[in-house]
């Protein structure tokens, strides 16, 4: 059964980011419920929150969870845990039941991208995290949907239209916020701006997967995996198809829930 053993048992999977707070509730390796929220500034209360929600939604009592797992920037104020775990593994978990071929795991969260590579049981080889510069990871996105006065959920059908993207000049999200504000005053489109943010992304994603090493069997996640235009790009930057899990935001959350009996963590 790989990294876990199998059980019937209900689990809960708690995953605090930075920016939203994930819970996955299992039953076996089951999907019962999930929720995202915004992690806020309570991160005790958030997690209180998110996992009253995906309890509820199964119709079960915090009395019927066997175990709960917390990982993530915030996965310490989890009260009651019964431990925690690196999101990096739990990003491999998760991905591993996805797609169990997969053997790179590009993670685009709100603050970091990282490219982690996993063996074929599914275990952390190796990665490779971002620098602190915003411009590979989802804030980068929400700083132009901002500037654009559009919802970031908008962003990647919006740049699917794009016929001429905006070129930025520098890789750095401080002052690609204010040449996109360039661009604007200029008559660039949105979508043109935006297809440009995508390249941007996908260049310095790239960037950091070739330092890692790429392998066949390339999964997404994070919150900007649902953006279309980005996958698309990045795809393209890569010259592979990506696989993009159903809900790309709940992965390290359901890689936590099913480490929940793992014998061995590394």
């Not at 845990?81 to 969260?109: E, K, M, N, Y």
């Not at 950091?208 to 900007?224: D, H, I, K, P, Y």
Request: hydrophobic share 45%.
């Amino acid at each position: 059964m790989g990294i876990w053993e199998s059980s019937m048992e209900y689990v809960l999977g708690i995953d605090i980011g930075s920016s939203f707070a994930k819970a996955v509730l299992l039953k076996g390796e089951t999907i019962l419920s999930y929720a995202v929220k915004p992690s806020g500034g309570n991160y005790s209360e958030t997690a209180r929150t998110v996992s009253s929600a995906v309890i509820e939604k199964a119709g079960i009592s915090d009395a019927d969870i066997a175990h709960t797992i917390a990982t993530g920037y915030g996965a310490a104020a989890v009260d009651g845990a019964d431990r925690t775990v690196s999101d990096i593994v739990c990003h491999a978990a998760g991905v591993r039941h996805s797609f169990p071929s997969a053997r790179t795991v590009l993670d685009i969260g709100s603050q970091f991208c990282r490219a982690i590579k996993i063996d074929d049981n599914g275990r952390v080889s190796n990665f490779l995290q971002n620098e602190k510069c915003a411009s590979g990871s989802g804030k980068f996105l929400q700083v132009i949907a901002r500037i654009l006065h559009m919802n970031v959920e908008d962003i990647g059908a919006l740049s699917l239209e794009s016929k001429n993207p905006v070129k930025f000049t520098t890789g750095c999200a401080v002052f690609a916020e204010s040449e996109a504000v360039s661009r604007i005053a200029e008559g660039a489109s949105p979508a043109d701006i935006l297809a440009g943010v995508h390249a941007a992304m996908s260049a310095k994603i790239a960037n950091l997967t070739t330092r890692l090493g790429l392998s066949e069997g390339c999964a997404v996640t994070g919150g900007a995996a649902k953006d279309s235009g980005l996958v698309r790009e990045l795809e393209a930057e890569l010259n592979l198809r990506v696989l993009v899990p159903r809900e790309p935001q709940i992965t390290a959350a359901l890689g936590a829930a099913l480490l929940s009996k793992a014998t061995k963590l590394e």
